[in-house]
């Protein structure tokens, strides 16, 4: 006989720059420096990483990430970087080991990634939200491309998101002026998902990541390589991939028991197989 697998622990993390709560198969993050708006220093990038770790270790279904307090997140916080003459922060080096890894592994993360941007997010914040899936956001939400602001450029992937969502007019604005960008407005102009009164986010926020963990996860993965890979290939390419990912999908168990369940008139019951 074979010995019945341990499923994995999901871990629960209650204190520190990023916590970890679990509701169901939902893994919810939250980053935690209240009283800096959420903004990244180091220790928060490797608390981040942990909590990602934990969160596929865990199995989690969907994952909903917001911040705590007023704010989404202000992006990197000025006040860990070195500004000594000689010594300065290389930002290349910073951007190439915590930011840049970050976004490619949201877009990589073969779950949902929700986003419920529940104040300011500005600078690297905004883009962090960005790489997420689907972004929600309360109406006192406001997205910020506040790098022009120390004479930088957007990063994060902020001048991939920028100009792919919104075309190269909006996206140069937004950019070279810093203004601000308000909840409702990204939504009109199709940045991101829904934007909502501010005491039902986290409510809906977590009702959507719930009803997307009972999903086909191994179809919403799929769903998400191939839209993520047509920003860079030819619709001959795009088509072979469909084929390829349809003809895998077509050989799994929740196909046919999607398949199963709408002949016989039943609920489906998904398990990500």
Known sequence: MHATPTP????????????LAWHGDVAVVTLNRPD?????????????????????????????????GRGFCAGQDLADLDFTPGRMTD????????FNPLVRRLQAMPLPVIAAVNG?????????????????????????????????VPDSGGTWFLP???????????AMTGDKLSADEAEKWGLIW??????????Q?????????????????????????????????????ERDLQR??????DYAEGVNAFLEKRAPRFTGQ
Request: glycine share 8%; proline share 3%.
């Open 8 to 19: 994995s622990p999901r871990t629960a993390v209650d204190a520190g720059p990023v916590l």
């Open 36 to 68: 800096k708006l959420n903004s990244f220093t180091r220790e928060m990038h490797a608390a981040l990483v942990q909590a990602l770790d934990h969160a596929e270790a865990g199995h989690a279904r969907a994952l909903l990430l917001t911040g705590a």
């Open 91 to 98: 930002l290349g080096d910073l951007i190439d080991s915590a």
């Open 120 to 152: 300011t997010a500005a600078g690297a914040g905004a883009n962090l939200a960005l790489a997420c899936d689907i972004v929600l956001a309360a109406r006192s939400a406001s997205f910020i491309q506040a790098f022009i602001k120390i004479g930088l």
């Open 164 to 174: 792919k969502r919104l075309g190269m007019a909006r996206a140069l604005g937004l």
């Open 194 to 203: 829904e934007a909502m009164d501010d005491p039902l986010l986290m409510e």
């Open 205 to 241: 926020a977590l009702a959507l990541a719930t009803h997307l963990a009972a999903q086909p996860t191994r179809a919403l993965a799929a769903i998400k390589r191939a839209m993520y890979a047509s920003a860079t290939q030819t619709l001959d390419a795009q088509l072979d991939m």
């Open 248 to 253: 895998a999908l077509g050989g799994s168990h």
